[in-house]
């Protein structure tokens, strides 16, 4: 039974689910689990669980036991673990328990530590006759984790060419000897080691030149492709939708990214010393044996025992390698959170407790560190054992066959060296193919990136914006997963071209979720919205956010300067537009007050500025995109009454479509209208006095 590591934070029960789906036939990966099953990032009840496990052809029977009954559970079965997490119970010993644990891997633990975890609730799980097995999926091919990649072949070939070359030299080497102790050695003839010297001394200088014009040719492969792959995945990790990044942990994904380079560095230099250990393997074997096949059968021997042991310890070293990159993600992702949050931790004091997690996370991942480099160790130890008997042994031999005047000595010297040439040959190709199997874990860590669903499936065709930006909310429907409840439900309402309108509501009513299902960064689950007439997803998000601008609660900045910020990087941004849209954010002034004005940095997130100034660089940064339609939600928060006043002023004037959530009295009061939810849709409509004084007015 082989354990799966679940990709998203709250998905312990769907991995558990695929595991035990897995040893009754059903071989179902997270990806497929994920689309038919998608969950939030609430992770799934114990009552979710068994509608999905029912779904999937099993029968369900949840049970509270105490820890001596586990040993009566129908495995495998998921264990409730830790308040929060799902386990499966594999196996049960007098003394040790297998937990397959979607975190972290297969663990053996002792049912004392089991007491610790396990929470009492187990659920068992039965084929029904409705269950189904199934066959693998097909393993993920390179190419889909590359993507197109222009010239990869033509350098691969170009590599092994040169290296084929560089192999005959490595051929004739053992002939030199050879020749020296039977020909030059028995007859004393100085002028046959002259031109025996000159000819291989020659050739050993070719030889070097080929082998730096290949050393170049792999460090150019290495390093476009390289180029290339990495920016296939950037760019398709930037297309992902918003959700994904909301389930997972940041560390997570940025140890999924560096499997790029182990693959890119074995699919270049690993993949063609392969092919040449491969190559010249034959090539050597074939020299032995037209020595002695008698010698050469115990070489093969040792070759064969070398790659049993491989073979056997293969499993061990692929689940201990995929637990050290789990422990790492976790210990990065600790160290991100703490740099970002290092305020919160100073304000609180618990710098010293975040300190100790860290150094826990640290300590597991130098476990599997030295588990890791313990077992190549061994590795390291049984080929040099394994290959030194075989080496005595041939020595035995080959003195014997030399003392029979089967063998010269200078054939003796000559075939050792190809001997040490095969088994040196075979030892690195048995370590490649090792090495090309634990490419699957990394390719399955990066196919969770690149085979993950981009948030528009082609891109589709620009179109030409709307004469009239009217916003049409039809029968709205949110959640974030099957089982949870509604955020929004059958939500209907306009906003006309031009108008300034106002959504409040009490925290969590669904004011942020709905602005997210309006900039397209959420789909709904039932219901339409159109901007200017357009379905915003059958347009395209990416189409309708041309002619937006949005400032959001949890907006960040950049490092950069202030004008990169409030351009957003734009390499021919505008300095007057800029400074237009500071102006209409109330921030030209204190901007030109500092030392370097729009030049000066702002330090990581935005950490030279105050919250206040966040915001009003974050509002400046909308502005300058001059949209039709703008979007704020809670965007002056931070600021005091009078800059609220006067960003609310501002916005006020511009001839565009706005949409605002807002607490603030002083905000509501200054829009056309007035929305307000209840229970995920409006509940009632109202015009501030203002707008209704005004309206009498005209």
Not at 450 to 456: F, K, M, N, Q, R
Not at 505 to 517: F, I, N, P, Q
Not at 591 to 602: Q, T, V
Request: charged share 20%; net charge neutral; hydrophobic share 50%.
């Amino acid at each position: 039974m082989k354990a799966i590591i679940q990709s998203e934070a709250a998905e312990c029960g769907l991995a558990s689910l695929a595991m035990v789906a897995g040893a009754h036939g059903m071989s179902i990966g997270l990806p497929d689990m994920r689309r038919r099953f998608p969950l939030s990032l609430k992770g799934v009840r114990l009552s979710q669980l068994i509608h999905i496990a029912q779904q999937l052809g099993f029968s369900a029977r949840p049970l509270r036991l105490d820890l001596d009954d586990l040993a009566k559970l129908k495995l495998p079965c998921i264990l409730h673990w830790d308040m929060n997490h799902f386990v499966v119970l594999a196996k049960v010993g007098k003394s040790k328990v297998t937990i397959l644990d979607p975190a972290v891997g297969e663990r053996k633990l002792s049912l004392a530590e089991v007491s610790d975890h396990f929470t009492g609730v187990a659920l068992e799980l039965a084929p029904t006759a409705g269950f189904e097995p199934r066959k693998a999926a097909p393993a993920v091919t390179v190419r889909q984790l590359t993507g197109p990649v222009r010239g990869l072949w033509r350098a691969l070939a170009q590599i092994l060419l040169l290296s084929i070359a560089l192999q005959v030299f490595v051929v004739l080497a053992p002939f030199f000897m050879q020749w020296v102790v039977d020909q030059v050695l028995v007859s004393a003839d100085r002028d046959l080691l002259v031109v025996l010297g000159l000819g291989f001394g020659l050739a050993m200088l070719l030889q070097i030149g080929i082998g730096l014009l290949r050393g170049w040719s792999v460090i150019y492969l290495s390093s476009r492709l390289g180029l290339q792959w990495m920016g296939n995945v950037f760019a398709h990790l930037m297309r992902l939708p918003l959700e994904y990044f909301e389930k997972r942990h940041l560390g997570d994904i940025t140890s999924r990214m560096t499997s790029v380079q182990t693959i890119q560095r074995t699919l270049t230099t690993s993949f063609v010393e392969a092919i040449i250990d491969g190559l010249m393997a034959v090539v050597t074997l074939g020299m032995m044996l037209l020595y002695s096949w008698t010698l050469a059968l115990v070489t093969l021997m040792a070759v064969g025992l070398y790659l049993g042991i491989r073979a056997v310890a293969y499993r061990p070293v692929r689940e201990c390698s995929e637990q050290q990159l789990v422990a790492a993600a976790k210990q990065q992702t600790h160290l991100l959170e703490s740099l970002r949050g290092m305020q919160s931790l100073k304000v609180a004091g618990k710098e010293s407790l975040r300190r100790s997690t860290y150094e826990n996370l640290m300590i597991d991942t130098v476990n599997q560190d030295v588990r890791l480099a313990r077992m190549g160790l061994g590795f390291s130890s049984a080929s040099q054992l394994v290959f030194g008997i075989e080496r005595i042994v041939v020595i035995w031999i080959g003195a014997l066959l030399a003392l029979q005047n089967v063998f010269s000595v200078g054939m003796l010297i000559a075939y050792l060296a190809y001997k040490d040439q095969f088994a040196q040959r075979m030892g690195g190709l048995i370590d490649k193919w090792v090495e090309f199997r634990m490419l699957r874990l990394h390719g399955e860590r990066l196919a969770d990136i690149v085979l993950s669903p981009p948030e528009e499936a082609e891109p589709l065709p620009e179109v030409p914006s709307p004469d009239w930006l009217r916003i049409e909310v039809e029968n709205l429907s949110f959640r974030y997963a099957d089982g949870e409840p509604w955020v929004l439900r059958d939500c209907s309402f306009t906003v006309e071209p031009g108008e300034s309108v106002a959504i409040t509501g009490a925290s969590g009513c669904g004011k942020t979720t709905l602005v997210k299902l309006m900039l397209g960064l959420l789909k709904p689950t039932r219901g339409t919205i159109r901007i200017g007439g357009l379905d915003i997803h059958q347009a395209g998000p990416r189409n309708i956010r041309t002619m937006v601008g949005a400032v959001m609660q949890d907006d960040r900045l950049f490092a950069g300067s202030i004008a990169d910020n409030i351009g957003f990087f734009d390499p021919d941004f505008d300095l007057a537009r800029i400074e237009a849209a500071a102006r209409l954010a109330a921030v030209h002034e204190e901007i030109a007050a500092m030392p370097m004005g729009y030049h000066g940095l702002i330090g990581d997130m935005g950490s030279s500025l105050s919250g206040g100034q966040k915001q009003r660089v974050i509002l400046a940064r909308a502005l300058y995109r001059d949209p039709r339609l703008l979007f704020l939600d809670e965007a002056t928060s931070h600021l005091d009454v009078t800059g609220e006043r006067r960003v609310n002023e501002a916005v006020r004037q511009l001839d565009l479509t706005k949409v605002i959530v807002a607490h603030r009295p002083e905000t509501i009061e200054s829009v056309d209208r007035v929305l307000a939810m209840a229970q995920g849709r409006i509940a009632q409509e109202r015009r501030p006095a203002a707008a209704a004084s005004e309206t009498v007015e005209a």
